[in-house]
Every structure is written in C-alpha cells, then in structure tokens.
C-alpha cells in the first residue's frame, strides 16, 4: 500500500506503557462493545496459545481481587513501533476522511472516532479489555482500541502478513463506528434483546456489513491509485484468518455454525469484496440477505 508518512494521528491516544491498563475488575461488554475481529472464538484460540484464561472477563466472572496489568513504560519498544502507529495513523485518518465525504453525500454528519493504542490491557468506555480480545470498537465513547501486538500475532498465527491486512484490520473497526453513527448497532441491540434466538446470527451480520465497510474504503484506496499489486489479497487472506469456521478448527478441530459470531471465511471475503466492487454503502446490507 502507497501511504504516506505524516506523523501521527490528531485523533490518535497513545496509553501504551501509561497505566492504561490498570484492571477494574470489569468485563468488556458495557455499552455494547464490539470486539470486532477477535472475538469470543479468537479469546478461545489465544487462551490456548498464551497458556492462560482470556474468556473468563468476557463471560460476566471476574476473579478475586482484580489483580493488575499495568504495562511499564518501553521506550526502546514504542520507538521500534513508531512506523507502525504512524501507518495506522495514516490508514485512521484516510478512513475518517472517506466515510465523511459518504455520509456528507447521504446528509449525515460524520464525528470522527478515536483509536487507542494500549498494551497488555485497557479500560474502555465498555469495560476492561485484555490485549488477548484483539482489536475491538467500544460504542460508548466512540474510540476503537488496538494493542499493536495483534499484528504480530495475525502473521505469524493466523498466516495473513502485510500492510494491507493490518490496514483491513482498523477499516472494519471503523465499519463499526459508522454503524453506530447511523442508528445501526442501537437497532441490532434492540433486535438481540427482543429476541434472543437471533443474537448471534443479528452478530454474524454486523460483522459482516463492518467488512463491507472496510471493503468500501478499499475501493477508495483503488480509485486513488495507492493500492500495490497484492494488497487486495492480503486484506482477503486477513478475512478468511478471522472467519469463525476457520478459527474453530483451529481452536477445536470443529466447526459448529449455530455459534458463529462473526461470519464463515467465505462470508466474510464475500462481503469485503462487495464493499471493494461497489464502493457503496446500499450495497451492504447484510441484514437483508
């Protein structure tokens, strides 16, 4: 991808080494939060690497004490990070700016989200979160939250390096902050609650039409002349990497759909490709198909 170098993000907190990871105690889950492309089964993959429990925060229990997780400072380690934050500064605020000139179009008023970049842990608007979730949009303070080492892990754990990938990654958290600026993410939770049948499968189609979204600034990125040979595949192998059916393999050696999530390898690179082919929001529509 041809990005340029501009520094860092006007809308970019950096709490890596801050404290912010200072554990309350809660779980991830006030105010709707959307833990995007980790999610439950990705909690389950990573417990089984790191050899320690990731779900339990997530499933409403929370352990004696509360314990802590304050990252300490690392100056040698964010200096070695520095391209990286100043290349999801580049790939946040290029969103931001396509999504805006959209809903502008539409006659909606686009406020722009924040990212967070935290180590180990952090508390979000939506509770205490663990690195070990994967990146994740909180809805209640409209900030999406990354712990950069997730990109490694995306590489070397699931197969799908590259720049693009990484930047397929933020696009589809940004998919979600657009949900929530257009009412979406309120009516699906009201939807969930009334019928709590259709929780996952209401789930699976959020998660898919956050794709789409990604996908949509990808057609951007094409129309602009700054995507290289090879990037759309990289995004593609990134989607796959996250699809449910594919990390319950991994996981467990089997694949139950009834539990899905987040979408099939195959659904969720179907619906990349929509949003990259059209470049339209009304072409992502998840819910109505």
Same mark, same amino acid.
């Given at each position: ?6 520094g860092?993000?006007?809308d970019?907190?950096?709490?890596r080494? %801050? ?6 105690g ?15 089964i990705?909690?389950? #993959?990573l ?5 320690r &429990?990731?779900?339990?925060?997530f ?8 314990? %802590? ?13 520095e391209?990286m934050?100043?290349? $999801? %500064?580049? #790939? ?8 805006k000139a959209?809903l ?5 008023t686009?406020?722009r989200?924040r990212? $967070?970049l935290f180590?180990?842990g #952090?508390? %979000? ?7 070990g979730?994967?990146?994740f949009y909180?809805p209640?303070?409209?900030? $999406?939250?990354? &712990? ?6 995306l ?6 390096p590259? &720049?693009f +990938? *990484?930047?397929?990654?933020? +696009?589809?958290e =940004?998919?979600?902050?657009v *949900? ?6 309120d009516? #699906?939770?009201?939807?969930q609650?009334?019928n709590r049948?259709q929780?996952?499968?209401l ?10 979204f990604?996908? =949509?600034?990808a057609?951007s ?10 990037d759309?595949?990289? +995004?593609m192998r +990134?989607?796959?990497a996250?699809?449910? &059916?594919? =990390? *319950?393999k991994m996981?467990r050696g089997?694949?139950n759909?009834e ?5 099939s390898?195959?659904q ?10 059209s470049g339209n ?7 109505a198909?």
């Amino acid at each position: 991808m041809r990005w340029t170098q501009g520094g860092r993000s006007q809308d970019l907190d950096d709490l890596r080494g %801050s404290g912010g990871g200072r554990r309350l105690g809660g779980r991830l889950g006030g105010g709707g939060g959307r833990m995007g492309i980790g999610g439950l089964i990705l909690l389950g #993959v990573l417990s089984l690497i790191f050899k320690r &429990d990731l779900l339990t925060p997530f499933l409403g229990v929370t352990t004696e004490g509360g314990g %802590s997780a304050i990252s300490a400072p690392d100056p040698v380690r964010d200096s070695a990070e520095e391209p990286m934050v100043q290349f $999801v %500064s580049f #790939v946040l605020d290029d969103n931001q700016k396509v999504w805006k000139a959209l809903l502008t179009q539409s006659g909606d008023t686009y406020q722009r989200a924040r990212l $967070v970049l935290f180590r180990d842990g #952090v508390d %979000s608007g939506c509770g205490f979160a663990e690195s070990g979730v994967g990146p994740f949009y909180c809805p209640a303070d409209q900030k $999406v939250y990354i &712990d950069l080492a997730f990109y490694d892990e995306l590489k070397r754990r699931f197969g799908a390096p590259g &720049d693009f +990938a *990484q930047a397929y990654v933020l +696009a589809h958290e =940004i998919g979600h902050h657009v *949900q929530n600026l257009m009412g979406i993410n309120d009516q #699906v939770r009201r939807a969930q609650q009334a019928n709590r049948n259709q929780e996952n499968p209401l789930s699976v189609k959020m998660e898919l039409q956050a794709d789409c979204f990604a996908g =949509i600034w990808a057609h951007s990125t094409s129309e602009r002349n700054i995507l290289e040979p090879g990037d759309v595949e990289e +995004a593609m192998r +990134a989607a796959s990497a996250v699809g449910d &059916d594919h =990390i *319950q393999k991994m996981s467990r050696g089997s694949i139950n759909p009834e539990s899905f999530t987040h979408g099939s390898s195959e659904q969720r690179m179907h619906w990349f490709n929509e949003g990259l082919r059209s470049g339209n929001p009304g072409a992502c529509n998840t819910f109505a198909k």
